[in-house]
C-alpha cells in the first residue's frame, strides 16, 4: 500500500550487514511511522505480545535491535521535524505525488466563503478567473496518466449553492475530472465517511472539514491506514457506481 518514493528515510540500523536492514520509515503526507524488521514468529513472544491485545490476521511483530532506539524517537521527535521539515503539503503537492488516481468526494449542499456563488446571486457570470491554475493541475495529472474522478452527494430539491456550482462544473470538465452526480436519497445503505475527502491513487486520504455555515476548516486529517482506506474506497465506488453523470444529471 506504500509508494516507497513518497516515505521520507530516517534510518537503518547501523550493525546490519548486506542481507538484513531494519529500517524506520515516516510517511510525509501523514506522520505515520513504517518499520522494516525480522518478523517475529516464536510463539512464546507473540503469547506474550497478544497479553495485551489480539495481533490481526494483517498485522505482524516485527524486530528492531535496540542500536536504532535513537533513530525511532527521531521519528516522532524534534529532530526528524527539523530534518524534514515539509509542512502541511498543498493539493499540488499531493496530486503531483498521484500516479494512477485522484479522487474528490463532496456531501455538502453549501460551501464558502465562495466569490463565485455570490458573483453568481448578484447576477454576475459566477465564473472567478484563476489564470487557468486549476485547469493546469487537473491537465497535468490527466495528462500523465492519473484519472481524477469528482463525486457529488446533493440533497434534492438542489441548493442555490448547488445551482450554481452545477453551471460551472463545465470547468472541471474541460480540466480533465470526470463529474457525477448522487441524490441523496439514493444514498442509503452506503457507509459515507464523516467528512467531505481526497483520496491518491487508493493510499492516502485527506479528510477536510467544514464548519456548521459551510466555511472551510484550516484542518485536515490525514490517513494511510490500509483498513480506513479500504472503507473509503468501497464507499466512493458505491457512490461511482451508483451517480449519474455530469451531463445527464439535469436540474429542475
Known amino acids: 500500500m506504500h509508494d516507497i518514493n513518497a516515505l521520507d528515510f530516517v534510518g537503518q540500523d547501523p550493525d546490519s550487514d548486506k542481507e538484513y536492514c531494519p529500517a524506520v520509515f515516516v510517511d510525509p503526507n501523514t506522520g505515520d511511522l513504517l518499520f522494516q524488521g525480522r518478523v517475529i514468529t516464536d510463539p512464546a513472544v507473540l503469547a506474550l505480545v497478544g497479553e495485551h491485545g489480539a495481533i490481526a490476521d494483517d498485522e505482524a511483530v516485527v524486530w528492531l535491535p535496540a542500536s536504532m532506539r535513537q533513530m525511532i524517537l527521531d521519528a516522532v521527535g524534534q529532530d526528524y521535524d527539523e530534518r524534514h521539515g515539509h509542512g502541511q503539503p ?7 505525488r498521484a500516479t494512477r488516481s485522484a479522487v474528490h468526494l463532496e456531501m455538502r449542499d453549501h460551501y464558502g466563503p465562495s466569490p463565485g456563488f455570490e458573483d453568481w446571486k448578484a447576477g454576475g457570470s459566477g465564473r472567478v478567473d484563476d489564470g487557468g491554475r486549476w485547469e493546469r493541475l487537473i491537465g497535468d495529472a490527466v495528462a500523465r496518466g492519473v484519472r481524477v474522478r469528482r463525486a457529488r452527494v446533493v440533497s434534492e430539491p438542489v441548493s442555490d449553492y448547488i445551482r450554481w456550482e452545477h453551471m460551472v462544473t463545465d470547468e472541471n470538465i474541460r480540466a480533465g475530472e470526470e463529474v457525477r452526480w448522487l441524490p441523496r436519497r439514493k444514498a442509503s445503505g452506503i457507509m459515507l465517511p464523516h467528512s467531505d475527502l481526497w483520496m491518491y491513487d487508493q493510499r492516502l486520504v485527506v ?6 455555515n459551510g466555511d472551510h476548516v484550516p484542518e485536515f486529517e490525514y490517513t494511510s491506514d490500509p483498513r480506513r ?8 465506488e458505491q457512490v461511482w457506481e451508483r451517480a449519474i453523470p455530469h451531463e445527464e444529471y439535469k436540474l429542475d
Open 90 to 96: 498543498t493539493f499540488a503537492d499531493l496530486l503531483a
Open 207 to 212: 479528510f477536510n472539514f467544514n464548519a456548521g
Open 229 to 236: 482506506v479500504a472503507q473509503v474506497v468501497a464507499a466512493f
